[in-house]
């Protein structure tokens, strides 16, 4: 069973994403933006409130920008998502899920090597190449831990 449920367009939208933002790190580095992007959609706390729907979370505005890099640069939009990438996204909405990233919430792509402890006092999960991974602090967000 899905962990959400998820329109053609948003598939779509979804592996545009995964593609801007993690393409040079691979299928493995494009499943876990995936991870982040459906753990966003599940969690019903912090910033992620009303954020139901995987559109949802790709256009999400915090701090009058929008949440991802490749939707405020526009590079998301660059190039049409390939079915290799859908297929990707398709496995991230179906329950793929996997560690640095199985449980987080955020991501970045750091300008210093190495990760900080902690993002927005949120604790590092670990590092896939030239991304970090941040999950909530225990008992803050704990439906991002179901399904």
């Known amino acids: 069973m899905p962990r959400v449920r998820a329109r053609s367009h948003e598939v779509d939208e979804m592996a545009r994403m995964m593609r801007a933002e993690a393409e040079g790190e691979g299928q ?5 933006v995936g991870n982040v992007i459906i753990n966003r959609v599940v969690a019903q706390c912090l910033d992620f409130k009303d954020v139901t729907t995987i559109h ?5 505005i915090q701090g009058g920008n929008y949440s991802f890099e490749a939707v405020q640069k526009g590079n998301v ?3 049409r998502s390939r079915a290799s990438e859908r297929r990707l996204a398709q496995q991230n ?6 560690h640095p990233a199985k449980y987080a919430l955020w991501y970045f792509n750091p300008t210093a090597p190495g990760c900080p402890p ?3 006092d949120q604790p590092h999960t670990g590092q896939f190449k030239e991304h970090c991974f941040y999950e909530p602090i225990s008992g803050t ?6 399904g």
């Open 28 to 32: 493995q580095g494009m499943l876990y």
């Open 93 to 98: 909405i179906n329950s793929w899920r996997d």
């Open 141 to 146: 967000c704990d439906s991002v831990y179901r």
């Open 118 to 120: 902690t993002w927005y």
């Open 77 to 79: 939009f660059y190039q």
């Open 56 to 60: 949802d979370v790709i256009f999400q």
